[in-house]
């Protein structure tokens, strides 16, 4: 069958297609659509398979990788990110191996489009003695699915899928071969001496057996995916060798110009057979490596030949693959006399726009509350989510990484004493990796206010549910099990009673000598299960404002404009009826209801 599928949804396709019975995931973008259409699709056809949002990449991994270990064939998903986070799990899984096919699919962002890093998961790989495929394209990620599947279990080792986001979120029609979905039968085996090696003999024999087995996917990798291309290359006067998406842009930026090269395509960056390239790389009068993001492939063959690339400075070193940037390297290298690519620039200015938070978001009102109570002196760290964009009210002052808030807060309360501590986090993100910190910080008495700011979503990801919702997990609970009674308000869409709640989070930290803990239950405003808002919609009366310019400065609902007056006015279409700013905003009361 021919399907129009996402780059995300091929893999979810792929994923049954190779009889993957067994998925975990953490939200992430760009993977988050891999385990929501595996979901949807196990429901849809109604197959017995098992699929969980997990509390976190570690988890994940470690909830499939068991199903793996019992002969299952399964896979997790993350963010290149994550992967950080289930690395310590993945090191060690490399040398223990797996009976069932085992796929771990750690999802690349080039170019930062919403990443804190633009780390390239491939390295990770040859790290922990992994094999890597980059697929180039939706229905490239549908085939090495299927492929790390399989290669995952004839060679008992976890095998690294690398789609970046063009791959996770572009659309192709791909095609699916007919299928019959077999589930498999868990089975745990006892085999003490491979499950539970100890170091040093029953690791070191397991660490020669990984050489083994590399050096084997190697030569796999050889046969399977290099020579059959070796084989047909033309003897042109240019090679290029790429992988990913690069290898997309690369075949399109020939067929536009008329370039005559002989392409490699590299399915497998690691393990690379690097000595059975030498005859072909050493052939060509130039090599040109293509790649996303840091130069893996480059680095393993460029004493081959005269290879150029990200290390020779001929191919852009950081963001993505476009056309442009492809052709400019031609281009620089004498290949190309001009790039076809680069059109005029649109040179009129354009209005700025900040990403904001949603109008109605009960996070804003919190910050704004925050702010009020505790001043610009206070720090505030903060952590990944839609309420990182608290930093445009100057609410934020610290992102790191998942649960850094709690991590900072603790350093910061030893470090410099003389400012209130204000940390925020999401429920999902101190789920995730902010209890550790929370738990250091009681044992060793940091002083610090931590928000937990409760919408009971992953909402920065598409609303994926946490397990308060899936499982009636209490945060209160859990903060009360670290040792602090949490200060608890209810969210009623009014900065009045958000005050009050911090005036009083206040008088408790001046007293405290650890840490203090408030629980903002709030709701996203996408949210159609728990969203609240009353349907009062604002307009500014143009009498009364002064233009100060404290609403935009302070609060900056998307809603709020200036207008040739110097006044602010609200754009009807943005309010979405909160009613927050009817009262305890305006220092000259100029918001007034909207009676549409
Ligand atoms: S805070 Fe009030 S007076 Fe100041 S700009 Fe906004 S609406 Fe106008
Ligand atoms: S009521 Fe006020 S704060 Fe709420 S969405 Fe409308 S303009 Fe924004």
Redesign the pocket.
Known sequence: MKKTLLGNEAIAWGLLYAGVDFMAAYPGTPSSEILETYQKLIKQMNLPAYAEWSTNEKVAYEVAYAAAITGKRAACGMKMVGLNVASDAMMSSAYIGNRGGFLIISADDPGFYSSQTEQDSRYFAKFARIPALDPSSPQDAFRLAVVGVNLSEKFEIPVLLRPVLRVCHGRQIVEIPDFEFKAKKGSFERDIERWAAVPRNPRLKQGYELLRKLREISEFNYEEFLKPQIEKLKGEELLIVASGTPYAYVLEVLEDTGLKADVLKVDMPTPLPVDRLKEVISSYSTVVVFEETYPLIEEQIKHLGNVKGKLTGDVFEIDEATHERVAESLQKLGYLKKNVYVGKKYDKELPPRAPSLC??CPH?TVFYAMKRVFGNKAIYPSDIGCYTLGLNQKAVDTVLCMGASVGLACGFSKSDTEKPIVATVGDSTFLHAGIPPLIDAVANKHRFILVIMDNSTVAMTGLQPTPERIGNVSIPKIVEGCGVKPLILNYDGTIKSTLEFFRKVKETYEKANGPVVAVVNEFCTFDKERVKLPG???KVDQDKCTGCGHCIRE?G????RWNEEGKVE??PY?????????SD?CPFDA?VEDKR
Not at 574 to 582: E, H, P, Q, T
Request: with cysteine.
């Open positions: 109008p109605g804003r009062k919609f604002a609060f609902c998307p809603a709020f609200v754009d943005f309010c979405v009826g909160c009613g927050v700013c009817l905003l918001f």
